[in-house]
């Protein structure tokens, strides 16, 4: 049976990211890190380090058959999952990530909360590049309001389906993938 590899993200133990791909390449599993560089200051000096911008987190590249021996790797707490099963990440986003860390040094990573009467951009679904105003936030759903043909039309959608328009960029495509917002742009 062909089984096709995707990309994955396990959960690992805290500050273990760096054993973690250590073991899985002596497992000849394919896996990334994404590090980022560091200024880190002591009384006597200032280093450069690399740290992982997403603390926590390794991905791997890798079909079913070997995710027992994945997950049986020291360091390992979980694959990341989404309706019961792994979360398969794109390669894209994959790329995108790593072509970013490449472009940019001394990236941050923040999380977004969405809150009423937010502007936003639909990502993701139907109702793509579509841009509205949030007038209702729950668990995982915002619902947004479009303006369209007059009329004002209200859909709810998933959060990780739209983006924050921050005002100087009301007008602009962004040019890296929504996933992430990185300081700076």
């Known amino acids: 049976m062909n089984y096709e590899k995707h990309w994955l993200a396990v959960y690992t133990r805290p500050r273990w990211e760096k054993k973690v791909i250590k073991l899985l390449s002596n497992k000849h599993v394919e896996n990334y890190c994404p590090l980022n560089r560091v200024v880190r200051k002591w009384a006597d000096r200032k280093k450069v380090v690399l740290e992982p911008l997403i603390t926590s987190y390794v991905f791997v590249h890798a079909s079913e058959p070997e995710y027992v021996?994945?997950?049986?790797?020291?360091?390992?707490?979980?694959?990341?999952?989404?309706?019961?099963?792994?979360?398969?990440?794109?390669?894209?986003?994959?790329?995108?990530?790593?072509?970013?860390?490449?472009?940019?040094?001394?990236?941050?990573?923040?999380?977004?909360?969405?809150n009423v009467n937010d502007e936003v951009k639909i990502i993701q679904g139907p109702l793509l590049a579509q841009e509205g105003k949030v007038v209702e936030v729950?668990?995982?759903?915002?619902?947004?309001?479009?303006?369209?043909l007059g009329y004002s039309l209200s859909a709810q959608v998933h959060k990780s389906h739209i983006?924050?328009?921050?005002?100087?960029e009301q007008y602009e495509d962004r040019r890296y993938a929504p996933l992430f917002q990185f300081a700076g742009e």
């Open 69 to 114: 021996g994945i997950k049986e790797t020291d360091g390992i707490l979980n694959f990341v999952h989404w309706l019961g099963k792994p979360a398969i990440i794109k390669n894209s986003e994959i790329e995108t990530l790593q072509k970013f860390l490449l472009d940019h040094t001394t990236v941050s990573l923040e999380k977004i909360e969405v």
């Open 163 to 168: 983006e924050k328009v921050p005002l100087r």
């Open 138 to 148: 729950q668990y995982n759903y915002v619902k947004v309001m479009l303006p369209s």
